[in-house]
């Protein structure tokens, strides 16, 4: 394999079999500079990255070019040959096992990529992911990935927005223990982000929509009704006062009861009562 390969296969086997953990690659982008940093990822803003000094020989690919990069030492700086026509994206489709941090500046230039749809989609989804990862790890701030999130507006990938969704989800978990009216604050920014799915899917299936939209409804009308915008709330309700003489769609049934059991009056959450008990 190695004289096929022309690359050193046990040696980089050995590493990824028997050191714990993957790798964390800290990127500072310039123009045509490129400073890499591997050290192992931990979740945990506690744990000291550099404590073991595992690193990992890493075939890292680029949306500039085909060939690939080997990182095999745990600092690296590469100069690209020509100043780059597109915003460099590193593990390009998540060729890699890791995760990618970029400074700042280049997070912005990114974020605008996003935006006009010139990322491909699971490159929009690392993105996202790991700009979340990385702030739960203390290694950026939360605050650029929200930033970041807002380019996300126009976003119709069902992988994508699960991501979306569960950080907004974990963001707001941490926000409500402490300030209900900073959780409350961020409802605007979720109705601006998912406006435009929400208009499109609507609440009823078409049975001409792709399979990746019937999954994607859910995640848009469940952030609908945490965010309490007030037509989802009004229309949640609707359909459950409405399901004797229409049964509610098992794909969004607990959407509809849990807003019931958030917004409903006392005579709806009785009769939800009723029915958990029957």
């Not at 296969?9 to 500079?33: C, D, V």
């Not at 749809?117 to 490159?123: A, F, P, R, T």
Request: glycine share 2%.
């Amino acid at each position: 394999w190695e004289e096929a390969a022309k690359m050193p296969i046990a040696k980089f086997m050995n590493a990824w079999t028997t050191e714990s953990g993957y790798p964390l690659i800290r990127a500072q982008i310039h123009e045509q500079s490129v400073s890499l940093d591997q050290s192992r990822f931990y979740l945990s803003p506690k744990a000291d990255p550099h404590k073991n000094e595992n690193h990992w020989p890493l075939p890292l690919q680029s949306n500039l070019d085909k060939e690939i990069i080997l990182l095999n030492k745990p600092k690296e700086s590469i100069k690209l040959p020509t100043r780059p026509t597109k915003k460099l994206v590193l593990n390009h489709n998540r060729s890699a096992f890791c995760r990618v941090v970029y400074n700042h500046e280049h997070l912005k230039l990114l974020a605008e990529d996003v935006r006009t749809n010139k990322l491909s989609e699971l490159d929009r989804l690392s993105l996202i992911g790991d700009s979340f990862e990385s702030a739960k790890a203390g290694l950026s701030k939360t605050t650029d990935a929200l930033e970041l999130l807002t380019n996300y507006d126009h976003e119709d990938s069902e992988v994508v927005w699960e991501i979306i969704a569960a950080n907004i989800a974990n963001v707001r978990s941490i926000i409500i223990d402490h300030d209900e009216a900073l959780r409350k604050a961020m409802n605007p920014s979720i109705h601006h982000l998912i406006t435009k799915q929400y208009l499109r899917l609507g609440w009823e299936e078409n049975v001409k929509e792709s399979h990746f939209d019937t999954l994607l409804r859910p995640i848009i009308l469940g952030l609908a009704c945490s965010s309490e915008l007030p037509s989802a709330i009004k229309e949640a309700e609707h359909i459950f006062l409405g399901r004797d003489k229409k049964p509610i769609n098992p794909n969004i049934r607990s959407i509809i009861y849990q807003n019931v059991a958030r917004h409903g009056d006392k005579a709806e959450f009785k009769e939800l009562l009723k029915m958990h008990n029957n």
